[in-house]
């Protein structure tokens, strides 16, 4: 079972950048399937987080209206989409699968999650 994330870079405040997660040795449509992000210093914190076919999305109040989730089932793919980029976004991004949920209590508690990606560096300077 292995998540790999991909799409990281430097982009200046206002661009846009798209994330992807590809997940081999399981079908990422059976899990929820999640973005958490990590800064320096700082603890890991939920980003947004996709269940079954998109019927249920969740995100954190800081990406809402700038980030979108999303997968593409036949590609056993998630992607972050991420725009209006500020420089508090400069993080490492994971993501993270777990057994379906259907509640937004659960979605951004790390322990719940199996499987886990390496990260991808996402950079927001000009």
């Known amino acids: 079972v292995q998540l790999v994330e991909s799409g990281g870079g430097l982009v200046q405040p206002g661009g846009s950048l798209r994330l992807s997660c590809l997940a081999s040795g399981f079908t990422s449509k059976d899990y929820a399937v999640a973005w958490f992000r990590q800064a320096p210093g700082k603890e890991r914190e939920g980003v947004a987080c996709?269940?079954?076919?998109?019927?249920?999305?969740f995100y954190s109040d800081s990406v809402k209206g700038r980030f979108t989730i999303s997968r593409d089932n036949a590609k056993n793919t998630v992607y972050l989409d991420m725009s209006d980029l500020e420089s508090a976004d400069t993080s490492i991004y994971y993501c993270?699968?777990?057994?379906?949920?259907?509640?937004?209590?659960?979605?951004?508690?790390?322990?719940?999650?199996?499987?886990w990606g390496r990260g991808a560096q996402v950079t927001v300077s000009s």
């Open positions: 993270a699968a777990s057994e379906p949920f259907y509640s937004d209590y659960y979605w951004a508690l790390i322990n719940i999650y199996d499987y």
């Open positions: 996709v269940v079954n076919n998109g019927d249920y999305t």
